[in-house]
């Protein structure tokens, strides 16, 4: 691990353009499990039925029954050393850009500023009826009566992007731009097979990008694209990383 941390290092030193895409697996040491994993949330929700922009607008109070675990985790949780980690990447000026596949607001809790939040961010609630916007934490939840608006009386959705959902043009615009300029892309804590983030590696690869991933165990990126792959916990490599910076 040593030896490809200081390859890592060497790489970002003279890197001008430095952008990292994060997924689940950032977020596991904050206590927030991979909702793909086993004893993850899509083992006792089905994502097909609870996690569909469909079923929401069908039938809300059904799918906040999913969303009462989801918030529970993610509003409790906080950052971890691989946040913390990021965020003194971009302070140096190293990191330009964080895109982030996560809906938790660790990003920006351990202080980054630059973050593309891909699939929207679970700390906000939406009206989609008359588009106002709240703070979760204006709402009592432990109730678990999903949260109304003040305005119309409709049931507020998270701001996040449900399956059958587009992913914000923004997003996609800024992400898109970032890996078509970037020299280094940092990959930390996901496997990036799902589509469309999935193609942000593979856009910033092809326009000549050098991609270094942080995981716990190889990914599909690892044999064919990866330039330099640190294994291991975010937690413990990140700052190790930034020890040799």
Same mark, same amino acid.
């Given at each position: %691990? ?32 991979? @909702?793909? !994993? ?27 029954? %999913?969303? @009462? ?23 140096? /000026? ?27 961010? /679970? =700390?906000?609630?939406?009206? %989609?009826?008359?588009?106002? !916007?709240?703070?979760? =934490?204006? @709402? ?6 999903? &949260? ?13 992007? @449900? ?8 997003? %996609?615009?800024?992400?898109? #731009? ?7 892309? #940092?990959?930390?804590?996901? =496997?990036?097979?799902?589509? &469309? ?40 490599? #990140? ?7």
């Amino acid at each position: %691990m040593n030896k490809e941390i200081k390859k890592a290092a060497e790489i970002i030193r003279s890197c001008h353009s430095m952008i990292a895409l994060t997924g689940a697996g950032i977020s596991v040491e904050s206590g927030i499990p991979d @909702f793909r !994993s086993s004893g993850g949330l899509w083992e006792k929700y089905d994502p097909a039925i609870y996690a569909s922009i469909e079923s929401f607008m069908r039938n809300p109070e059904m799918v906040w029954e %999913m969303l @009462f675990d989801m918030t529970e985790l993610t509003t409790n949780a906080k950052p971890n050393s691989a946040h913390v980690s990021l965020a003194q990447l971009e302070e140096k /000026g190293y990191l330009k850009s964080i895109i982030t596949q996560n809906i938790d607001n660790l990003h920006q809790a351990a202080g980054s500023r630059n973050v593309i939040e891909y699939h929207g961010n /679970g =700390s906000r609630l939406q009206c %989609m009826k008359c588009g106002e !916007s709240y703070d979760i =934490s204006g @709402f009592d939840l432990s109730t678990r009566v999903p &949260p109304s608006c003040e305005g119309c009386g409709s049931i507020l959705k998270p701001a996040i992007v @449900f399956f059958g959902e587009m992913i914000p043009h923004q997003a %996609m615009n800024e992400s898109e #731009l970032l890996a078509r300029e970037a020299d280094v892309v #940092l990959v930390v804590g996901t =496997s990036a097979i799902v589509y &469309p983030a999935a193609g942000i590696p593979q856009l910033a690869k092809y326009n000549g990008a050098t991609l270094i991933e942080f995981n716990l165990e190889p990914t599909q990126l690892t044999s064919y694209m990866t330039d330099v792959f640190v294994q291991g916990s975010a937690g413990v490599t #990140l700052p190790a990383l930034l020890k040799q910076l």
